[in-house]
């Protein structure tokens, strides 16, 4: 029997020390979908998001969803996310698994935190009171505690007539106090006119669809100039006061020629396309089409002291984009991480072009807002460029553009909006590996099991190499290797070199083999087994000893003792 316990033992070490080899390819068949993917959420709102983690490539309890505050449930590899109130400025939320291979696939949803501006207001920058016609002016508007401030739109207007649009070039996320400013150099026109200024919070396809609008005050313009014509007591005056119209569309106005000094048949209705009509001294115009460009209307009235009082209404005609295209400027295929490259915006055919607004897009992400500084009225082609660096996260990504024309309160007040076609990006970048690159010195019991993860990330998919102790003839392509019992001939260094055309680098693993418990522990009872049998044969002979009995010689020669007896009896005997 004690044979036999010696023989199942050193059967045993033998099977603990069987050498074997294992891995898996690194790369994720799926990544979690998150439900909507993109989330824009006005500061102190809830918010809400559904992950489903992965549908094939599952196993186990390997998932999650990593938040930095709200809460999650779980209904098995679909994950809620709710928060009550949004209130954490730099938000994330995470959801993952890992493949059997020790592979972590992960996706994250884009959240833009907004908040519009507590306040809009206009002045003038160094200068108060009356202006003077033909110098320069610079127009401020302030706007407070807005985020995120790279998607406001700032637009200038002088009465109904927009002067210009602007952005800032700031990545703040949080909310910030910013100022715009443009320069103006006002004419006697201008004289009694209003400036003021209007925020447009613009945040793309996954925000609001009417984008959070704030307007400052009214600030009135006094404009001197030398010489004024005091004859006149009043002007004409339109209604509407300024005429928006697409190109082609019917068109009218009335002009209400004067009131107290008209005299005669002395006023009139200069135009250049359409038909007049008049009742009195108010005079109406219509055209069926518009469609001259450079078109125009003044009414007028004669004083009696000859001079003409006259005014003008302003006629924009526009014309959306026939068509918007995207490409990359002298670029065709793949990019390359931390690379500059240059997006470029064509957009076809439309009027006023200083009103365009091209917004570049990735996926529902606004990169950045442009504007034409060209003066024409009528149609013309126009491109538009953006310098991006793109990462290993826009691999891909779609690129888009948008043109928006924004004519204004006067216009259209849903503007006309066309996009591009999307432009998918390729973006090949080097071997990141998932974990540090030279870990701890590992330390493994004798006939344990090892597992060494090199898992990377890159693009093209890395390849493997693995270079192993200097006593051993193995060779590995995998990611993770495997060796189910480790012996000590494993023991050194493995390097694991990762490389893909972009670039390589290296992994290093220092493994001590230390002696199994489980020899000791079969040393210990060989000897305890080896001890109690050689006590049961001695306890055996023992007791057959004990059975037989035991005789001495002497015991057995020994003569009876002799009684005394006289003597005379002993010489009878």
């Known amino acids: 029997m004690f044979c036999c316990c010696i023989f199942l033992a050193v059967s045993l070490l033998h099977s603990l020390c069987h050498f074997h080899v294992s891995g898996y390819d690194p790369s994720c068949t799926e990544f979690p979908v998150f439900t909507p993917s993109a989330l824009v959420v006005k500061y102190g709102d809830p918010a809400n998001v559904t992950c489903v983690v992965c549908q094939k490539d599952c196993s186990g309890d390997a998932s999650g969803l990593e938040h930095a505050m709200g809460k999650v449930t ?17 938000i994330f939320v995470m959801c993952y698994y890992n493949t059997d291979a020790g592979d972590h696939c992960s996706s994250t949803v884009n959240i833009t935190i907004y908040q519009p501006p507590e306040s809009v207001s206009i002045s003038f920058v160094n200068h108060t009171g ?29 009465g109904n007539t927009a002067l210009g649009h602007l952005q800032s070039n700031s990545e703040q996320k949080k909310p910030v106090n910013e100022t715009f400013t443009l320069n103006i150099t006002p004419s006697r026109e201008d004289d009694g006119a209003q400036y003021w200024c209007e925020t447009k919070l613009e945040l793309g396809p996954a925000g609001p669809q009417r984008p959070p609008v704030v307007t400052s005050e009214k600030l009135p313009a006094i404009v001197h100039w030398w010489f004024t014509d005091s004859s006149c007591t009043e002007f004409p005056v339109f209604t509407p006061s300024a005429l928006i119209v697409k190109y082609g569309d019917p068109a009218n106005a009335t002009c209400d020629a004067c009131q107290k000094d008209c005299s005669g048949d002395g006023f009139g209705l200069e135009h250049a396309v359409g038909k007049v009509t008049g009742h009195g001294t108010t005079m109406f115009w219509t055209v069926d089409r518009l469609t001259k460009w450079d078109t125009y209307l003044i009414c007028y009235y004669n004083t009696d002291a000859g001079d003409q009082c006259s005014s003008t209404v302003n006629i924009t005609i526009y014309q959306p984009p026939e068509s918007v295209s995207i490409s990359f400027v002298n670029h065709t295929g793949m990019m390359f991480e931390n690379q500059q490259y240059t997006l470029q915006c064509s957009v076809q055919n439309v009027a006023p072009v200083q009103n365009v607004t091209v917004t570049f897009y990735r996926g529902n992400t606004a990169l950045g807002h442009l504007q034409s500084r060209s003066e024409k009225k009528k149609p013309v082609n126009e491109s538009f460029t953006l310098n991006i660096t793109p990462s290993r996260e826009d691999d891909g990504a779609q690129y888009w553009c948008e043109a928006k024309l924004e004519l204004g309160p006067a216009g259209p007040q849903r503007p006309p909006v066309v996009t591009s076609e999307k432009l998918p990006a390729i973006v090949h970048y080097g071997p990141e590996l998932i974990g540090p690159p030279n870990p701890d010195d590992i330390t493994v019991t004798e006939g344990d099991a090892l597992h060494l993860n090199c898992s990377s990330v890159g693009n093209p998919r890395p390849s493997y190499t693995w270079t192993f102790p200097v006593n051993s003839s193995a060779s590995y392509s995998g990611s993770v290797l495997t060796i189910k019992s480790v012996g000590f001939e494993q023991e050194g260094q493995y390097i694991c070199t990762v490389s893909n055309t972009v670039g390589t680098v290296t992994k290093e693993f220092k493994i001590d083999v230390q002696a199994s418990p489980l020899i000791w522990i079969i040393a210990g009872v060989t000897a305890a087994v080896l001890f109690v049998f050689i006590l049961c044969v001695l306890c055996f002979r023992s007791y057959k000893q004990n059975r037989k009995g035991s005789y001495n010689l002497k015991d057995v020669l020994r003569f009876p003792k002799c009684t005394a007896l006289p003597l005379q009896n002993c010489e009878k005997v």
């Open 130 to 158: 009356m202006m003077f016609e033909n110098q320069l002016y610079t127009l401020q508007c302030s706007v407070q505690n807005v985020a995120p401030v790279q998607s406001l739109t700032v637009t200038f207007y002088r």
């Open 74 to 90: 779980q209904n098995g590899t679909t994950m809620f996310w709710t928060v009550d109130r949004l209130t954490e400025w730099d």
